[in-house]
T-cell receptor, first 115, second 113 residues
Framework: SQTIHQWPATLVQPVGSPLSLECTVE??????LYWYRQAAGRGLQLLFY??????ISSEVPQNLSASRPQDRQFILSSKKLLLSDSGFYLC??????????????FGPGTRLTVL | QKEVEQNSGPLSVPEGAIASLNCTYS??????FFWYRQYSGKSPELIMS??SNGDKEDGRFTAQLNKASQYVSLLIRDSQPSDSATYLC?????????????WGAGTKLIIKP
């Protein structure tokens, strides 16, 4: 069965510091991977998605970036965090972006607080 | 603009009653519809998928899809306090030659003992 991991689970960082969040998927190959952010009491905002190694699409221009160095690894980064970057960061995977019926499955999330 | 709309709630339902959650979507060509449950502080968990008009039942949960009216609903029978959560509706829509899940903001459901 497939499993998705995220770490760290919680993170408190000062404004202006760098960020690196990691997501890995087990039990599948060639997954489509997604990074979402959820602000407190709000819906899911898609940040980045990737259909393969080195292929990143950005949905929202901001001071975050993403990379996919391996098939089942997806990394979210920032060089300088802003207060507005606080939120719950979720990684998700699905089988194929081209299929119309693919369900997304989420990792446990990382709660980021920027002070 | 491709959108998914949900009433944010909170929707308060007595224990044992039927909870009814609704969702409307803008893209008439959408083919896949999902309901996720999210407990406070946790990640969303898929509870129902529906692809055809009509009802789909899974235990105490029933998803209903009406493509002509562009709405999808989730019924929870015999509601339990453990059903208290935010329920997210997601619809697969074609965006720039790829399918993308478009999310509603969620409905907060409270089951009162």
């Amino acid at each position: 069965s497939q499993t998705i991991h995220q770490w760290p689970a919680t993170l408190v960082q000062p404004v202006g510091s760098p960020l690196s969040l990691e997501c890995t998927v087990e039990g599948t190959s060639n997954p489509n991977l997604y990074w979402y952010r959820q602000a407190a009491g709000r819906g899911l905002q898609l940040l980045f998605y990737s259909v393969g190694i080195g292929q990143i699409s950005s949905e929202v221009p901001q001071n975050l970036s993403a990379s996919r160095p391996q098939d089942r690894q997806f990394i979210l980064s920032s060089k300088k965090l802003l207060l507005s970057d606080s939120g719950f960061y979720l990684c998700a995977w699905t089988g194929s972006r081209l299929a119309s019926n693919n369900e997304q499955f989420f990792g446990p999330g990382t709660r980021l607080t920027v002070l | 603009q491709k959108e998914v709309e949900q009433n944010s709630g909170p929707l308060s339902v007595p224990e044992g009653a039927i909870a009814s959650l609704n969702c409307t979507y803008s893209d008439r060509g959408s083919q896949s519809f999902f309901w996720y449950r999210q407990y406070s502080g946790k990640s969303p968990e898929l509870i129902m998928s529906i692809y055809s008009n009509g009802d789909k039942e899974d235990g105490r949960f029933t998803a209903q899809l009406n493509k002509a009216s562009q709405y999808v609903s989730l019924l929870i029978r015999d509601s339990q306090p453990s059903d208290s959560a935010t329920y997210l509706c997601a619809v697969n829509m074609m965006m720039d030659s790829n399918y993308q899940l478009i999310w509603g903001a969620g409905t907060k459901l409270i089951i009162k003992p």
